[in-house]
């Protein structure tokens, strides 16, 4: 029930709402006009993304003397009011989330040189020197997979050599096939007791050898005797 007194206040206009006497006032909740400020929308490629300035401002770069209220760097706007910015908007993900989250998340069709070259054009030097050493990181671990191989030997034996053979194998060389009668097609035909016995290494490129150190002495008896192969 209203009173006299507050349909008075109505009728003199005053600003204050009218509210039951058994209530509480629920006020709106309402956005800053300094959080408002905060946004920034950037048209990067032709992608939007929005993300704000204090993300933008973590590190000294072209993207922090953007988005500043007073920027000292000139660039276009689309129809939304978003800064205009010509570079790909997919590498442009990866910086932004580094910005975000100090942390370098690459998708499987990305590389590291597409993100160096946007963390160069924006000048974000931290970025740069995070890139440049996953880069290097890589480049060593794709060395160090193709420095390592394995390399096969094939020895003839007589029969009665093969079990001294196996027992003689050293130095990371290991027994893969024993061949006993002629392979089909092959134009060779082993004489009766006669097998060729394969093995194989792990063989690093980096590490230069001496071929002669490779097997034990037993076995490279044995490789003078197969030097028809």
Same mark, same amino acid.
């Given at each position: 029930?209203?009173?006299?007194?507050?349909?008075?206040?109505?009728?003199?206009?005053?600003?204050?709402?009218?509210?039951?006497?058994?209530?509480?006032?629920?006020?709106?909740?309402?956005?800053?006009?300094?959080?408002? @400020?905060?946004?920034?929308?950037?048209?990067?490629?032709? $992608?939007?993304?929005?993300?704000?300035? =204090?993300? *933008? #401002?973590?590190?000294?770069?072209?993207?922090?003397?953007?988005?500043?209220?007073?920027?000292?760097?000139?660039?276009?706007?689309?129809?939304?009011?978003?800064?205009?910015?010509?570079?790909?908007?997919?590498?442009?993900?990866?910086?932004?989330?580094?910005?975000?989250?100090?942390?370098?998340?690459?998708?499987?069709?990305?590389?590291?040189?597409?993100?160096?070259?946007?963390?160069?054009?924006?000048?974000?030097?931290?970025?740069?020197?995070?890139?440049?050493?996953?880069?290097?990181?890589?480049?060593?671990?794709?060395?160090?997979?193709?420095?390592?191989? @394995?390399?096969?030997?094939?020895?003839?034996?007589?029969? $009665?050599?093969?079990?001294?053979?196996? =027992?003689? *194998? #050293?130095?990371?060389?290991?027994?893969?096939?024993?061949?006993?009668?002629?392979?089909?097609?092959?134009?060779?035909?082993?004489?009766?007791?006669?097998?060729?016995?394969?093995?194989?290494k792990q063989y690093d490129r980096g590490t230069r050898e001496d071929n002669n150190t490779c097997v034990s002495e037993r076995v490279k008896?044995?490789?003078?005797?197969?030097?028809?192969?």
């Amino acid at each position: 029930m209203f009173t006299n007194d507050k349909l008075l206040n109505q009728q003199n206009g005053d600003s204050n709402s009218v509210v039951n006497s058994d209530s509480h006032s629920i006020s709106k909740p309402t956005i800053s006009s300094n959080s408002k @400020r905060d946004w920034v929308l950037l048209n990067v490629g032709g $992608k939007h993304f929005m993300t704000t300035r =204090s993300t *933008l #401002s973590k590190e000294e770069s072209f993207l922090c003397r953007l988005c500043q209220h007073e920027p000292d760097l000139k660039t276009d706007v689309d129809d939304r009011g978003a800064y205009l910015i010509d570079r790909d908007p997919n590498y442009f993900n990866v910086v932004l989330n580094y910005l975000r989250h100090g942390k370098l998340i690459l998708e499987t069709n990305l590389v590291e040189e597409g993100v160096l070259e946007e963390a160069e054009f924006y000048n974000i030097r931290p970025l740069i020197e995070l890139v440049k050493e996953k880069i290097r990181e890589r480049d060593r671990r794709k060395f160090n997979d193709c420095a390592t191989n @394995r390399v096969y030997r094939v020895i003839q034996c007589q029969e $009665k050599e093969v079990t001294q053979l196996m =027992s003689s *194998l #050293s130095d990371g060389w290991q027994f893969e096939q024993l061949i006993g009668h002629s392979p089909v097609g092959s134009s060779y035909m082993y004489p009766e007791g006669e097998f060729l016995c394969i093995v194989s290494k792990q063989y690093d490129r980096g590490t230069r050898e001496d071929n002669n150190t490779c097997v034990s002495e037993r076995v490279k008896i044995l490789q003078e005797r197969g030097s028809r192969m």
